[in-house]
Nanobody, 122 residues
Framework: QVQLVESGGGLVQAGGSLRLSCAASGRTFSSYVMVWLRQAPGKQREFVAAIRQSADSTYYADSLEGRFTISRDNAKNTVYLQMNSLKPEDTAVYYC???????????????WGQGTQVTVSP
C-alpha cells in the first residue's frame, strides 16, 4: 500500500512559480512511475507530466510549452513538479498518482493523492 500526499499548492500571480511535492509512504516508491495530473473546474482531468522509476525519462503534456519540470528523489520518496511562468489557465487541482507501468490510461494508476489546489490570478 502506498499513500500519496501532495503539498505546495496555493495562490500565485500570473508569471509566478510554484513547486508541488508529492510525498509517498511505503518502501516501494522507486518501483512506480509517478504522474502529475490536473483538473480545472468544469473540465476533465488531464495529464501533466510523468517520470519513470529511475528518473531517466520524463514526459509532458504538449500544452505546457516547457514551463513545468517533473523530478523525483527516490531517497526521499518524493516527486516534484516545478511550475514556472504560470498562467491563469493553469488553475486546477493537481494530483499525483503512482503507476506500476508507464501508461496514459489513468484507470491503470495504482494510487492517487488527494490533490492540491493551484490558483493563478491574472
Amino acid at each position: 500500500q502506498v499513500q500519496l500526499v501532495e503539498s505546495g499548492g496555493g495562490l500565485v500571480q500570473a508569471g509566478g512559480s510554484l513547486r508541488l511535492s508529492c510525498a509517498a509512504s511505503g518502501r516501494t516508491f522507486s518501483s512506480y512511475v509517478m504522474v502529475w495530473l490536473r483538473q480545472a473546474p468544469g473540465k476533465q482531468r488531464e495529464f501533466v507530466a510523468a517520470i519513470r522509476q529511475s528518473a531517466d525519462s520524463t514526459y509532458y503534456a504538449d500544452s505546457l510549452e516547457g514551463r513545468f519540470t517533473i523530478s523525483r528523489d527516490n531517497a526521499k520518496n518524493t516527486v516534484y513538479l516545478q511550475m514556472n511562468s504560470l498562467k491563469p489557465e493553469d488553475t486546477a487541482v493537481y494530483y499525483c498518482a503512482a503507476a506500476d507501468i508507464l501508461t496514459a490510461n489513468s484507470r491503470r494508476f495504482n494510487y492517487w493523492g488527494q490533490g492540491t489546489q493551484v490558483t493563478v490570478s491574472p
